[in-house]
């Protein structure tokens, strides 16, 4: 369900779509960072999974994150530069929120 719940957020094969949650995400990571998408980021990690057309082969699982996969050495890096705790609104916890079908912390 992970990678239907990326592409109903606007992440798709063909880019992002005008008018969706990933389009929002978009225009605020932009404003926030000066004016682009840092890789890396939520917003081009997602884009790069939409693209891909699967979240699973990373590890963002719609029953959370697997195990020694990429998103764990992902969630692992961001606790460790962060003092020991993935932040609210980070590159892991977007992702992870919207494989699940959430907002990324957006409203």
């Known amino acids: 369900m992970s990678d239907q719940n990326v592409r109903n957020a606007g ?4 880019g992002i779509k005008g008018g969706s949650l990933a389009s929002s995400m ?3 990571e932009a404003k926030a960072s000066g004016g ?8 081009s ?10 979240t699973h082969s990373s590890g963002f699982t719609s029953s959370g994150i697997s195990p020694a996969s990429h ?9 460790r ?6 932040p609210q609104g980070g590159t892991t916890s977007t992702v992870q929120s919207i494989s699940m079908g ?6």
């Open 45 to 54: 990690t997602l884009q790069e999974m939409g693209a891909r057309g699967s």
């Open 26 to 28: 978009m225009s605020h």
């Open 36 to 43: 682009g998408v840092r890789s890396g980021g939520p917003t």
């Open 102 to 107: 959430g907002k990324g912390g957006r409203r």
């Open 71 to 79: 998103a764990s050495q992902m969630m692992s890096n961001e606790a």
């Open 11 to 14: 992440f798709s094969p063909s």
């Open 81 to 86: 530069s962060h003092g020991g705790g993935t």
